[in-house]
């Protein structure tokens, strides 16, 4: 099973950019689908992005499709979210997490990183 290290966030003004990244250890990177989620106060966790075990699939949440992409990359066990045009409802707690189903839900995630704060300053 992998272990997942989150880095990047932090306060960005909006209509800014910012980077999240994921990094896995452990075993069968690869084999695991890679979401990342985000949760706001007092707010379930909820989808943002998901891309498959091969990378040649991806899946966005509607508030984010267009400003945000994620990537993955197997030969580093990484998997990055690009954020750009960030808005303040963008604010909240991402966690990336791992899945070997490939979904929207957080049911289905395995193993989850340890989030990292996004805060968008109007």
């Known amino acids: 099973q992998v272990q997942l290290v989150q880095s990047g966030g932090g306060l960005v003004q909006t209509g800014g950019s910012l980077r999240l990244s994921c990094a896995a250890s452990g075993r069968f990177f690869s084999d695991y689908s890679m979401g990342w989620f985000r949760q706001a106060p007092d707010k379930e966790r909820e989808f943002v992005a998901v891309?498959?075990?091969?990378?040649?699939?991806?899946s966005y949440a509607d508030s984010v499709k267009g400003r945000f992409t994620i990537s993955r990359d197997n030969a580093k066990n990484t998997v990055s979210l690009q954020m750009n045009s960030v808005k303040p409802e963008d604010t909240a707690v991402y966690f990336c997490g791992a899945s070997r189903t490939y979904g929207p839900f957080p049911g289905g995630y395995d193993v989850w990183g340890q989030g990292t704060q996004v805060t968008v300053s109007s």
């Open positions: 891309i498959s075990w091969t990378g040649g699939d991806t």
